[in-house]
């Protein structure tokens, strides 16, 4: 079992930055591969980056250049970076963590945190 809480949401006018942070805890965070997925009213929930365990990022087209994600295995804690932010990133963020042990696929969310890109 992974527990994860995200933070670091919330109101930023255009052109802006954020960082959200997520923490896991309860199982072993550096053989996670995790995600930050987001959903706008109305829309499905989608990537927007994710990172292995051994580092490999990517990224949803629509934030390249803009938002960088990166881990610290030491604290458990998997960052969003988010700059240049556009009222179009306007979304409930979600942490994802992600496994495959033994052909059997492990995978948790966060309970999301809100990003408002508004002037």
């Known amino acids: 079992q992974v527990q994860l809480v995200e933070s670091g949401g919330g109101l930023v006018q255009p052109g802006g930055s954020l960082r959200l942070s997520c923490a896991a805890s309860?199982?072993?965070?550096?053989?996670?591969?995790m995600g930050w997925y987001r959903q706008a009213p109305g829309k499905q929930r989608e990537l927007v980056a994710a990172?292995?365990?051994?580092?490999?990022?990517n990224y949803e087209d629509s934030v390249k250049g803009r938002f960088t994600i990166s881990r610290d295995n030491a604290k458990n804690t998997v960052y969003l970076q988010m700059n240049s932010l556009k009222p179009e990133d306007t979304a409930a963020y979600y942490c994802n963590a992600k496994r495959l042990r033994f052909g059997i696929s492990y995978e948790y969310w966060g309970q999301g945190t809100q990003v408002t890109v508004s002037s």
């Open positions: 990172i292995t365990s051994g580092g490999s990022t």
């Open positions: 309860g199982s072993i965070f550096s053989l996670y591969t």
